[in-house]
């Protein structure tokens, strides 16, 4: 059955108003009526209705000029012509201005019921339509998705989404256009593939990711889905795009960072083998230099290999801060007094053809950092820049208290938000392309000649921000320069002063009895050897499971175990647990190529630790071993 509607009846004749007025309302509909065209277009101004029967010829205005009215004003309304001086000239035209249907005089009500319902389903469906078109519409529109409809490469639809993802105004901007302008120049032959797979129905992946172009130039990641869907008179492609430029970033970080980690294992674990074979070629060599019988040109070599030692040590320490696997003592500082205190080297270091600016925070918060770390962070960022500017330029030395939001912090692979303090050293040289920028805190990566460089230097400063706690990034062009910015967590602290050196004195011999624990034979004989000639007892162990025992059955007291810290069968740390549980108050000096987290939380002291770093110098052996037993350590 027909919804009932509000009708409206214009007619001159009063009786003809009153009957057609009592037969629509037994069908239900609720009618008024008019006499007069104007009267009736009042009416309906101020009460729409949902169709008007309209006698075509009226006393103060004609019946079409009436439909022209209706229309303005009410367009939703359906018009239903009655007339008793009908012709075909009239009936034509009241038809092609909208008229739903014309009766002519005199007609069955039955007809004009019927008429009447038909006009009525007429304005349903075709509200029913509209309002399924806004739905779709909103819906379109409203899609946070792009969406395209083409044929061939020809736009022809194109949602508000996709237009604001790619920089144009509106959507009429791309309609029209070949859809590959969307597409970057190295994409479009993929791209094209992709659609006549669709088109075809071949084989293709329901999901397709590809570069795209903004309108301003700049490159993009999209992910499209393209489908065969109906359009107007027919098939055509439906793309769906969808922005995922942030998500590639995102997996980019990632990926960098698990690359670094692997890297950083690498490094680690090799430093950690060398610094074994250069605490024997050092310590041997010093204990060879010793010997008075030793000739002049044998100690020339001996010095030669002291010293190739000694290089190779700078190496192995940059690949332990790389890996983060140094031993820092970290204090709490202003890095504005270390940058101060660094300017007259700043300045010798990079030439009179560079200019260097500070601009410093006027009230510097604090970080925790080693101060010897946070200085050697500096003297890199500085000589890299330098070898960045051989023509002349500005170095610039920022710092500032700064806030990391949570938005910046979701954008990073290991950055937490909250205060820290900028670090920021920047160049007027000659600038990076982004090849060079993805690798640029490799270990051994360098762009610079052969014998020019290590390409630890920047590795060097990566390890140290990131085992301080940190996060570190470059910004870069080529032609205009490079910025290094280094973020240090903030602490509310007053700064430590660095310990003085103290003054070298004459070591005592010693007479009490050491434990040492050590798995590298070559290290362990050196480090025995070393001790004894300084007239001290040792208990040598290469397995740490063995050491309880050798405590145990001892005839006299033990007064130190020297352990290292990574060990097959028990770490340094657990090794001291254990004898310390036999003997109370048992001191300790841990010694390692690099630091296990069992005795160093990332790489960071324990306070009151004491650590000797491998390689080390008989003469470094036996002032840790000696501060240690007068409980120095």
């Known amino acids: 059955m027909i919804e009932a509607g509000r009708v ?25 009526s008019a006499t007069d065209g104007y009267a009736g277009l ?30 303005a004003s009410s367009p939703d309304t359906e018009v239903i012509f009655i007339t008793g001086h009908g012709s075909l000239a009239t009936a034509v035209e009241a038809v092609n201005r909208a008229a739903f249907s014309y009766l002519t005089k005199p007609f069955e009500m039955a007809q004009l019921v019927a008429a009447l319902e038909k006009a009525l389903e007429k304005r349903r469906l075709g509200r029913a339509l509209r ?28 949602n508000a989404s996709l237009a604001a993802m790619f920089g144009y105004a509106g959507p009429p901007e791309l309609i029209g256009r070949d859809l590959r302008v969307l597409v970057a120049p190295h994409e479009i032959p993929r791209v094209e593939g992709y659609a006549a797979a669709c088109q075809e129905g071949g084989p293709a992946p329901s999901r397709y990711e590809f570069q795209g172009v903004r309108r301003d130039g700049t490159l993009i990641w999209v ?3 393209m489908s065969i869907t109906s359009w107007w008179d027919g098939p055509a492609l439906l793309v769906t795009f969808v922005d995922v430029t942030e998500r590639k970033r995102l997996e980019d970080h990632l990926r960098q960072s698990q690359k670094m980690e692997a890297i ?23 204990i060879e230099r010793a010997r008075p019988e030793l000739s002049e040109p044998s100690r020339r070599n001996v010095d030669l290999i002291a010293e190739a030692a000694s290089r190779a040590s700078t190496l192995t320490k940059q690949l332990l801060a790389f890996s983060r696997k140094q031993v820092l003592q970290p204090r709490v500082l202003d890095v504005d007094i270390v940058v101060a205190g660094m300017e007259p080297l700043l300045r010798r270091l990079i030439g009179e053809d560079i200019d260097l600016v500070t601009a410093t925070e006027p009230v510097l918060g604090r970080v925790r950092a080693d101060p010897g770390q946070l200085e050697q962070i500096v003297l890199n960022l500085a000589v890299n820049a330098r070898d960045a500017m051989p023509q002349g330029g500005r170095l610039t030395i920022e710092t500032a208290n700064v806030e990391l939001d949570e938005a910046y912090a979701r954008q990073q692979a290991d950055v937490h938000s909250g205060p820290y303090v900028l670090l920021a050293v920047s160049d007027t040289g000659v600038g990076m392309d982004a090849e060079t920028q993805a690798h640029l805190f490799e270990p051994f990566f360098t762009t610079k000649g052969v014998g020019e460089g290590t390409g630890l230097g920047l590795a060097t400063v990566y390890g140290i921000v990131k085992q301080s706690g940190g996060h570190i990034t470059a910004y ?26 103290p003054e070298p004195v004459v070591l005592r011999r010693g007479s009490e009895t050491v434990l040492l624990v050590e798995d590298d034979e070559a290290v362990r004989e050196l480090t025995r050897e070393v001790l004894e000639m300084q007239g001290y007892t040792v208990l040598a162990v290469a397995d740490a499971g063995e050491a309880p025992g050798v405590l145990e059955r001892s005839s006299r007291p033990i007064h130190l175990l020297v352990t290292d810290v990574v060990m097959p069968r028990l770490s340094g740390r657990e090794l001291t647990e254990r004898l310390r549980s036999l003997r109370p108050g048992l001191r300790v000096l841990y ?16 306070p009151g630790t004491p650590f ?22």
């Open 223 to 225: 992910e499209a889905l």
């Open 8 to 32: 409206l009846v214009i007619d001159d004749d009063p009786g003809t108003c009153h009957t057609i007025s009592d037969v629509l309302e037994l069908h239900g509909h609720a009618v008024e």
């Open 131 to 158: 309002d399924s078109e806004a739905r779709y519409r909103a819906l379109v529109e409203g899609s946070i998705q792009g969406l395209s409809i083409h044929r061939g490469f020809a736009i022809e639809f194109a």
């Open 591 to 606: 010694i390692s190529g690099y630091a296990d987290t069992a005795v160093v939380h990332h790489g960071v002291l324990d």
């Open 264 to 286: 950083g294992r690498l490094a680690g674990g090799v430093a950690h083998d060398f610094n074994n074979l250069l605490t024997v070629i050092s310590g041997r060599a010093q």
């Open 476 to 501: 870069s062009e080529s032609g205009r320069g490079t910025t290094i910015k280094i973020y240090l967590p903030r602490v509310e602290a007053a700064s430590e002063l660095r310990e003085a050196e």
């Open 42 to 71: 009042e009416r309906l101004t101020a009460t729409p209705v949902d169709a008007a029967i309209v006698d075509i010829r009226l006393p103060d205005i004609s019946g079409l000029d009436l439909l022209r009215a209706i229309r």
């Open 612 to 633: 000797l770093q491998k390689p080390f110098t008989p003469d470094a052996l036996l002032r840790s071993v000696r501060k240690v037993l007068d409980g120095g350590g």
